[in-house]
């Protein structure tokens, strides 16, 4: 089994800050990209920011240069650090890993529980 476990979600005024963790843990070979989805209500679930195995990193055009996506691969962990967090940032925020459980295995997408970030004054 495969487990994405995300913390750090909460209320902050807008201009504030947040960081979003998550580590996956269980039976893991390997993983591919990492990343943060959001689904605000009534709106669908959208990528917010990927990070590969290498450490490139891709952002949505509306959090480029307020959010950093990093990932240590030694702890199998993903971070968002999020900044001038504004109220449209507010949604359930969900880790993503792509992971292969065997080495011949394909790889297969685990997504975590969610956490909810309100920015709201």
């Known amino acids: 089994q495969v487990q994405l476990v995300e913390s750090g979600g909460g209320l902050v005024q807008p201009g504030g800050s947040l960081r979003l963790s998550c580590a996956a843990s269980?039976?893991?070979?390997?993983?591919?990209?990492m990343g943060w989805y959001r689904q605000a209500p009534g709106k669908e679930r959208e990528l917010v920011a990927v990070?590969?195995?290498?450490?490139?990193?891709n952002y949505i055009d509306s959090v480029k240069g307020r959010f950093t996506i990093s990932r240590d691969n030694a702890k199998n962990t993903v971070s968002l650090q999020m900044s001038s967090l504004k109220p449209e940032d507010t949604a359930v925020y969900y880790c993503?890993?792509?992971?292969?459980?065997?080495?011949?295995?394909?790889?297969?997408?685990?997504w975590g529980q969610g956490t909810q970030v309100t920015v709201s004054s």
């Open positions: 993503n890993a792509r992971i292969r459980r065997e080495s011949t295995w394909p790889y297969f997408d685990y």
């Open positions: 269980g039976s893991i070979f390997s993983i591919n990209g």
């Open positions: 990070i590969d195995s290498g450490g490139i990193t």
